[in-house]
């Protein structure tokens, strides 16, 4: 357990400082004095610990303009003064959905504030997961407190992250909500919570498109690759690549969250068992599975994060050239 908690906490710290350095780079109004600094992060730890040794007791903290929720719990955000570019980025495990209710709200949609969920995340415009390979239109991924005039009792996200975004110009107006976890048994587009794991998709004949993203630079080893049409009459060509057509997996590597707009990096189309690995000095690397839903296809892939060594070494590496701008 100690470990597992020192390898949660030093990923989520990467992973708010990664989120706080593009939200800045995103909004020059936003406040980085709100979440700038590692302090409070620290005390959420601390926190956190307590609630290990307080067990049966609902967990419930107060909530900062942009924070980073991954347990369950109730929280509650207070305005002490106009906070115009709040968001609030949810994770759980790759197994796991995440569900919103809304306790309480409290803000003046006709004074401009609001408060969105968001079925997924977004980060300069980028989502996750991609408008391709999500089941809902774009429009559908919001549920908006404004538009609708208020929040239906419980909203659930598709895959493991979503996001809540708000805006209020009150102080004393806030809201609550509570989050618990669900499992998944299938989970197809998840964002990983650690820079190190294991993981294995399956598609058991869905006509789906499912994405696993790690964003920090990794070393991926796929050690097992099952796609349904190994045994079929039609047998490919391997000089053809997957030419796009039938089930395959393709690494894709990039700076920004949207899969579509990432660089292809491999494509994966035959069958194979033992480890094939890659560097990838990337921002965010993606294992993007397509499928057509005639077979039951099923990838194993384990990861570590890149350590500066490995960084720095990559000039070795060929795989260089695809993200010139990542360090
Ligand atoms: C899955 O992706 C492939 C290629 O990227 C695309 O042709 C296909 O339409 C997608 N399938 C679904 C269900 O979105």
Redesign the pocket.
């Known amino acids: 357990m100690p470990f597992g908690f020192a390898a949660l906490q030093q990923g989520h710290l990467l992973l708010l400082l990664l989120f706080l350095a593009a939200l800045e780079a995103q909004s020059r109004y936003l406040e980085v004095g709100d979440a700038g600094d590692e302090e409070p992060f620290l005390l959420l730890n601390a926190e956190l610990k307590r609630e290990l040794s307080t067990e049966g007791q609902f967990y419930r903290r107060a909530l900062r303009c942009i924070d980073m929720l991954s347990i369950e719990g109730q929280f509650t955000f207070t305005a002490n003064q106009p906070q115009l570019h709040c968001a609030t980025f949810f994770i759980g495990e790759p197994e796991e959905i995440i569900t919103i209710d809304f306790d309480f709200v409290n803000v003046d949609c006709q004074a401009g504030d609001f408060l969105k969920v968001f079925d997924g995340w977004i980060l300069k415009g980028e989502k996750f997961p991609s408008s391709?390979?999500h089941p809902l239109p774009t429009s559908e991924r919001y549920v908006d407190f404004c538009e609708d005039g208020r929040i239906r009792s419980s909203i659930k996200s598709s895959q493991n992250v979503a996001m809540l975004f708000f805006r209020i110009h009150e102080p004393g107006n806030g809201f609550t909500f509570t989050i618990k976890k669900k499992p998944n048994i299938f989970p197809c587009n998840v964002i990983s919570q650690t820079p190190t794991g294991r993981f294995t998709m399956v598609i058991p004949h869905q006509?789906?498109?499912c994405s696993f993203s790690i964003i920090y630079p990794v070393l991926i080893k796929i050690s097992n690759l099952m796609l349904g049409h190994l045994n079929s009459f039609h047998l490919k060509n391997p000089s053809t690549g997957c030419g796009?057509v039938g089930d395959f997996v393709?690494l894709l590597g990039g700076n920004g969250l949207d899969p579509?707009k990432m660089f292809p990096l491999a494509d994966l189309c035959h069958s194979f068992n033992g480890p094939a690995q890659m560097k990838i000095g990337c921002d965010n690397t993606v294992l993007?599975m397509?499928?057509?839903?005639k077979h039951v296809n099923r990838v194993t892939l384990e990861y570590h994060q890149l350590d500066q060594h490995e960084m720095e070494n990559r000039k070795e590496n060929s795989l260089e050239e695809f993200c010139p701008s990542s360090i």
């Open positions: 391709l390979d006509h789906r498109n796009g393709e579509s993007r397509v499928s057509s839903g």
